[in-house]
């Protein structure tokens, strides 16, 4: 399994972003697939995930800006993110679990700038 972000960057507060994980180098089917994300000197966070069936999850610092989304069929995941905050900077992870393992991409920076 092989899961790599895109999407990162910088951008203004108030701004969007979109990131995207694909999955390679697997077929495995992902039981739920989400985002996590680690700012400095804190601990990793769950920001979103979603089930296969379409059950999302959301902390509550992201509900109603951010949305997660999955492509079942290639087992990807995305997180569109709007009305970015300086406090959304962090390293942003992808997530997968199947069968009780977690497999995790290598994760993108977002950097938010008031």
């Known amino acids: 399994v092989q899961l790599v972000e895109s999407g990162g960057g910088s951008v203004q507060a108030g701004g969007s972003l979109r990131l995207s994980c694909e999955n390679s180098?697997?077929?495995?089917?992902?039981?739920?697939m989400g985002w996590y994300r680690q700012a400095p000197g804190k601990q990793r966070e769950l920001v979103a995930s979603?089930?296969?069936?379409?059950?999302?999850d959301y902390a509550d610092s992201v509900k109603g800006r951010f949305t997660v989304a999955r492509d079942n069929a290639k087992n990807s995941v995305f997180l569109q993110m709007n009305s970015l905050k300086p406090e959304d900077t962090a390293v942003y992870y992808c997530?997968?679990?199947?069968?009780?393992?977690?497999?995790w991409g290598k994760g993108t920076l977002v950097t938010v700038s008031s």
């Open positions: 997530s997968a679990r199947r069968s009780g393992v977690d497999y």
């Open positions: 180098g697997s077929s495995l089917d992902f039981s739920a």
């Open positions: 979603i089930t296969a069936v379409g059950s999302e």
